[in-house]
């Protein structure tokens, strides 16, 4: 899976700390994410691996380190370089976060009215392109989220998060509460949409199946750090008491990792 990596890096971070008052979640944290592969977060309840995702886009500040995408630093960064680099990422948030007052095709379009004028109409194509590369099914695109099961609401974000043709997508437990099967395709639709785009995918998940399936390294938090960014093998044997529960367990087991990797 990791024959199409390459040593550019697109997301650094070093030294980061962010806290929530009194609570400190990380603390001189350091990550690269590089062009091109697909890296997985994982961690115990309470490690911060969403956290880590809303400091490196933005939605929360750190109280120390440095963020950095495509080479610039985002606390250097003017509002309007902000705005700019904004075009280049898509989000998926964990619950989908859609705007229930919106249909599934004004949804998809709300990314392209926040930073271009364009018509109507090509807003309205641009949707269906975008709903089609989810595999959304578009006698849906009139619905109102309400109207949809997890599985295609989940689509449906991921079609927004796609709307800006962007290089970098960010994914915050994007199976959480779909079946096996459901899980599966969508992990199978994001590999597909990775090797196709040649996108770069930071993976929040506690997901063991989406981890074998589709990461090609991945980042285990403990500690208020990395404690290890890596292939699986490597993970599987890196002499930690969490990732040895978590990897060799029975759950391990039912995801089909093998104990000698």
């Known amino acids: 899976m990791a024959d199409h990596l390459t040593d550019d890096i697109v997301v650094k971070v070093r030294g980061l700390k962010t806290a929530f008052g009194p609570h400190v979640v990380h603390d001189g944290l350091d990550m690269d994410l590089r062009r091109g592969e697909i890296q997985g977060i994982v961690g115990g309840s309470g490690t911060g691996k969403s956290v880590l995702l809303k400091a490196i886009i933005g939605l929360i500040k750190p109280v120390s380190g440095r963020i950095e995408i495509g080479g610039k ?6 509002d309007e370089e902000d705005r700019l680099s904004r075009r280049d990422w898509g989000v998926l948030f964990q619950d989908g976060a859609l705007f229930s007052s919106l249909t599934v095709a004004q949804n998809v379009q709300v990314p392209l009215r926040e930073h271009f004028h364009m018509p109507q109409d090509l807003m309205d194509d641009l949707a269906i392109s975008k709903l089609t590369m989810a595999g959304f099914p578009l006698d849906a695109a009139a619905k109102f989220p309400s109207d949809l099961s997890g599985g295609m609401r989940k689509r449906a974000s991921l079609a927004r998060a796609l709307a800006l043709d962007p290089q970098l997508l960010f994914l915050d437990e994007p199976t959480a509460g779909l079946d096996p099967i459901g ?5 199978g639709l994001v590999h597909e949409l990775c090797k196709s785009l040649g ?13 074998v399936r589709v ?11 990395i404690l290890i960014n890596a292939p699986l093998e490597e993970v599987m044997a890196f002499d930690h008491p969490w990732v040895q529960e978590y990897f060799h367990g029975p759950r391990a087991r039912a995801a089909g990792i093998k104990e000698n990797g």
Request: proline share 0%; hydrophobic share 45%; charged share 25%.
């Open 73 to 78: 630093s985002r606390s250097d960064m003017t």
């Open 183 to 187: 899980a599966a395709a969508f992990d």
């Open 199 to 211: 996108l770069t995918v930071f993976l929040v998940t506690h997901d063991l199946d989406t981890l």
């Open 215 to 225: 990461c090609d390294r991945i980042a285990v938090l403990g500690d208020q750090k």
